[in-house]
């Protein structure tokens, strides 16, 4: 009788964990709109958003959206103290305006805007995603701005995970780090981590602000500025997965 209750109460245990497990997806969405001003040669002003979005019926998770949204706003919006931008559509219709209305005001002076986004996403065993936006803006002057937004989240409950929780052991992974930039960078133990033009803070070397996880390798991605000049460009340092792996937090990877 005790055997037959206890295989009872294990059937039921698992007919309430499968009805109460939630489920989630990722779906790439796409945010197009152009100027209805005249264009010279079909050089217009555009919006160009691809977003990797979570769609679940899980609440927790469309905090991963929301995170989303306000890094990509933040490089894209023209929001003024009157105006509230709340998604993608408006993010869009908000930069348009934007141009169309000093073009009104200076027909003969902007060139034609850009604002593009390509986002991707990495999924590492159904327990964490990387999320990866790369950026354009051009709004006139010599260059746009452009960059990379890495971010992860624990898809247990959408929260975002920091960087030093990436890692089992981040100040060993930072050491191997700066071992490899030196040498890459024909630099010995001794020499100023800024002596070939580097600009990194306090002469001390350090991780990027962005970190990429492949099922490949682990890039440091520094974007333009972060360590060197704008003219080098981004700087980028690759680390094949398949021997610093064990430098990851298994809870994520």
Known sequence: MTRKLLILICFSTLLFSCSKKETWYFETKKYELKTTLPCDNDDCTYVDLIIPTIISDQKELNEINEVVFKNVKKHIAFENENEEINNYDELA???????????????????????????TSEIFENKSVNIVLNYYTFTGGAHGNEGTISLFFNLEDGKQISQKDLFLDYEGFKKIAERDFRTSNNLNETDNINKNGNIFKDNQFSLPENIIVTQNEIILHYNKYEIAPYSSGATLLKFPMKTFKKYLNPLYF
Request: hydrophobic share 35%; no cysteine; aromatic share 14%.
């Open 93 to 119: 219709k908000s930069f348009i305006a934007s141009y169309d209305e000093i073009k009104k005001a200076f027909p003969n002076e902007p060139l034609p805007w850009e604002a593009s986004v390509n986002g």
